[in-house]
Structures are given as C-alpha cells and as structure tokens.
C-alpha cells in the first residue's frame, strides 16, 4: 500500500473513531435548576433536577457549604483546607470521634477558612487550634479534592508541611481530638487494626512506602 493509499484509509476512519468520541463526551447529565431545602450554619441540602444521558429528568440530592443561588455555582468554591502534617520520618494524625461514624476514626487536621483567609492562614490556624502545633515549612499546596462528590461538593486545598512545637489541642466542647504522631511501623500497626477516613488511609499507607 503506498503512502496515499493508507491515508486516504486512515484518515475516515480517524474522523470516525473522532466522532464517536466527541458524541460520547456530550452524553453527560445536563443540571437543570436547583431547589434549596434546608439552610442551617455548615450545611445547606439541595434537590437537584437534571437530565440525564437518555433525555429523561431526574432529581438528585446533594448538600454544600454554600449558599447557592444558580446551578452553575455548584462545585466553583473550596471550603477550606486538610494538612498533611510531618515531622522527620513521623506523621501527623488525628484521633477523634466523628458523631456521623458514631465512632473515633483517624484523620488528618482540617477545618473551614474564614472570610477573607488566605490557604496558608487557614492552614496555619487550623493546625494551631487543633494541635497546638505549628508550620514550620509549607513544601506543597494542592489544588482543591473533592471529599464526597457523590454526595456534596465539599472541597478542601491540601497544604503538605513540616510541622513543629507541642501538642496542645485548643478544641471545642463538641470536638473531641487526640493529635498524634506515628512512625511507619506504628502506621502499618493503625492501618491493621483501626477506622480511617479515605483521604487519611491513602496518606498514612503511601507514607509507609
């Protein structure tokens, strides 16, 4: 087959192959409209209409931080911040009891910013208020993750940063929180044997890589 001949062949067949992808990037669910159905101080619910890859409406429940007023605004805003604590070969972990588990999991340090706080503040307050510790040196600031995108658009920046001082927890009478730190060989020990959230498991096990 001569040079011509095969691009004259691949060339359709490309085109093709290019626009079976481009119609399976425009099935997405289309969001509708929005209905706000509770407001209270953290949170806010939602009743989401939207339709969905065969053309058919539906409704879906979400809750936010936020306090929307268009569908387009949902999933724009970070709530706040989750550090990612170290110091030399150790990890900085929580151990506190989450009232929606019922139970005392582990956890890296996070919190809400405050109007008009930068990452770096909020990181740095949150880490004081909930450990008493301070940051030393910030290495990284990831983009906001989402925490659980198929229930909320709850996002937080992710401040990596060596930390130091003594623990001196400065919590709220509804805060229960044991700050720690945990070598690789007490993390391996934790990972066997106690509760998590995902983002701290995947944290505390890739540590001990």
């Keep these: 087959m001569d040079y011509f001949s095969f691009?004259?062949?691949?060339?359709?067949?490309?085109?093709?192959?290019l626009e079976r992808i481009i119609m399976c990037e425009k099935k997405v669910p289309v969001l509708n409209s929005m209905i706000k159905n509770r407001n209270t101080r953290f949170l806010k619910s939602y009743t989401l209409n939207y339709t969905n890859t065969e053309g058919n409406e539906k409704l879906y429940e979400m809750v936010s931080n936020f306090d929307y007023e268009k569908p387009e605004e949902i999933g724009q805003n970070a709530s706040g911040v989750v550090i990612v604590g170290f110091?030399?070969?150790?990890?900085?972990l929580l151990r506190e009891?989450?009232?929606?588990?019922?139970?005392?999991?582990?956890?890296?340090?996070?919190?809400?910013?405050?109007?008009?706080?930068?990452?770096?503040?909020?990181?740095?307050r949150e880490l004081r208020e909930e450990t008493g510790l301070h940051i030393?040196?910030?290495?990284?600031?990831?983009?906001?993750?989402?925490?659980?995108?198929?229930?909320s658009d709850s996002s937080a920046w992710v401040v990596i940063?060596?930390?130091e001082g003594e623990f001196n927890p400065q919590t709220e009478a509804d805060e229960y929180i044991q700050p720690l730190f945990a070598d690789k060989k007490q993390l391996k020990e934790l990972l066997e044997n106690e509760k998590f959230s995902a983002r701290a498991q995947l944290i505390a096990y890739f540590f001990t890589i």
């Design 136 to 151: 030393k040196k910030i290495c990284k600031i990831l983009p906001p993750a989402y925490a659980a995108p198929d229930l």
């Design 7 to 17: 691009w004259s062949q691949a060339l359709p067949a490309a085109n093709q192959k």
């Design 87 to 92: 110091r030399d070969d150790e990890l900085l």
């Design 161 to 163: 940063a060596e930390v």
């Design 97 to 124: 009891f989450r009232m929606g588990v019922n139970q005392f999991i582990y956890n890296m340090p996070a919190g809400h910013s405050e109007d008009g706080e930068s990452v770096e503040e909020c990181a740095r």
